[in-house]
């Protein structure tokens, strides 16, 4: 049975726009990603494609966390296998959380994907557009219930660029306007309890 691909006359409402989304590399904090349960620190040369591979360590599943320098709204995220027999057939996504191990599993997730072997990257999984905006990190728990271990060579993501800071503003409340002086002798208190 062939994976339906969602595109733009698939029909389907909930992934909608997905052909306006730009890669979204240049976004993402390279220096900052990571991986859980990885037998060796390639995580942040298969953000691009390259001939590198992630392949996970003591079972079949692994954890990507991937930040970003301002927010994003994600369109696409494709995972490539490396060959058939190491690749992985679930993935489930998380958005914003921070302090991340394995029991984040338990939670639950904000979409669940069946993967296909996706060997050359043709097959990238489109989200639910209005489950992935506002995002400043993303986590990808990727997992296989047939192969041991799983080896990754590329993961992908398409997505739009919001240009909003992740910073916090600094915001200075006044509660007597500059411009205005205030007389102490004229203020009336009024008691709140």
């Known amino acids: 049975m062939q994976q339906h ?3 733009p006359n698939c029909g389907c ?3 909608m726009f997905n052909e306006d989304a730009d890669d979204l590399y240049g976004q993402i904090e390279i220096d900052k990603v990571d991986c859980l349960n990885e ?14 591979f992630v392949q996970s360590d003591l079972d079949s599943e692994i954890i990507v966390i991937i930040p970003f320098n301002e927010t ?10 490396l060959n058939e027999e190491s690749a992985p057939n679930l993935m489930k996504a998380y958005i914003n959380i921070s302090n991340v191990d394995f029991g984040l599993i ?3 997730c904000v979409e669940q994907f069946v993967l296909s072997p996706n060997l050359d ?35 992908g993501l398409k997505g739009i660029r919001t240009f909003q800071s992740k910073q916090l ?11 205005k002086q205030v007389d102490p002798d004229k203020v009336v208190f009024d008691s709140l309890c």
């Open 106 to 108: 338990e939670t639950p």
């Open 5 to 7: 691909q969602h595109g």
């Open 169 to 179: 503003a600094n915001t200075i409340y006044e509660l007597n306007p500059l411009a």
């Open 13 to 15: 409402a909930e992934y």
């Open 72 to 81: 994003v709204r994600i369109r696409q995220i494709n995972v490539v296998s």
């Open 39 to 52: 037998t060796a620190q390639n995580i942040k040369l298969i953000i691009r494609p390259e001939n590198h």
């Open 121 to 155: 990257g043709q097959f990238g999984n489109a989200v639910k557009v209005s489950k992935f905006e506002n995002v400043n990190n993303l986590i990808l728990y990727i997992k296989s219930t047939v192969n041991d271990p799983i080896r990754i060579s590329y993961i």
